[in-house]
């Protein structure tokens, strides 16, 4: 199977197991689901792929996840909520990265095979690690304010998709732009971070647009704590 079929299948999985937990604990499941899904995706973006003749990594899938739940937070619960899990997601990848940095530090064990699986997946390089948690919380917070004002604008049901579009599809620019910049700049030539920013935002524009209709799902499902 191409990468191409596994991907839009794996992008389907995940906004389906999102739905499933949401629909399963209500509010409390969004909170867990934001918090378990910055740590997966920044364990999954250590793995590249190709596809559609571009290099991606693998985590955007899931971090897009974390832009729906907290749309779902805004929508049916109010802003208040929503920051409030933005937090969460946060201090979960401070934590993530404090406690894995401090067990990288023990000697491993004379017969341990696991020290180098785990430096290759927690390994501290400092601009990524800086610019993947500036990235996280300022594009977090702003999808979280520009939903509420799109609510403003668009209130009717009709309009779901114009609301959950637009936030997530601006604030993840506002991601990648945030995230290569810091990560990246100066690090390539200017055409390969180009190269990098474009097919990044790329990727997660589609994924931002393929969460819609799940959207709408969960919209529609108890409005439940």
Not at 5 to 10: A, E, K, Q, R, S
Request: net charge neutral; proline share 3%.
């Amino acid at each position: 199977m191409s990468n191409e079929i596994l991907w839009i299948l794996f992008a389907i999985i995940n906004f389906g197991l999102l739905l499933g937990v949401y629909r399963m604990f209500g509010k409390p499941g969004l909170f867990v689901w934001i918090g378990m899904s910055t740590v997966i995706a920044n364990i999954q973006v250590v793995k590249t792929i190709e596809m559609f003749g571009l290099n991606a990594t693998l985590g955007n899938i899931v971090y897009g996840t974390a832009f729906l739940a907290t749309d779902i937070l805004n929508e049916k619960y109010g802003t208040k909520e929503a920051r409030k899990a933005v937090w969460m997601g946060f201090s979960t990848l401070v934590i993530l990265t404090i406690i894995m940095q401090s067990a990288l530090l023990f000697n491993p064990g004379e017969n341990d095979i696991a020290q180098p699986a785990l430096e290759t997946l927690f390994g501290l390089v400092p601009r990524i690690a800086i610019g993947s948690m500036v990235a996280y919380i300022v594009s977090q917070y702003f999808d979280v304010w520009l939903y509420a004002k799109l609510k403003h604008l668009f209130s009717s049901d009709r309009s779901l998709w114009i609301r959950n579009n637009g936030s997530t599809m601006v604030s993840q620019l506002l991601d990648t732009s945030i995230f290569c910049f810091i990560a990246f700049i100066g690090v390539y030539p200017f055409e390969v971070w180009l190269e990098i920013f474009i097919t990044t935002y790329v990727i997660k524009f589609i994924v931002a647009a393929m969460d819609t209709p799940f959207f709408y799902i969960a919209k529609k499902m108890p409005h439940s704590n």
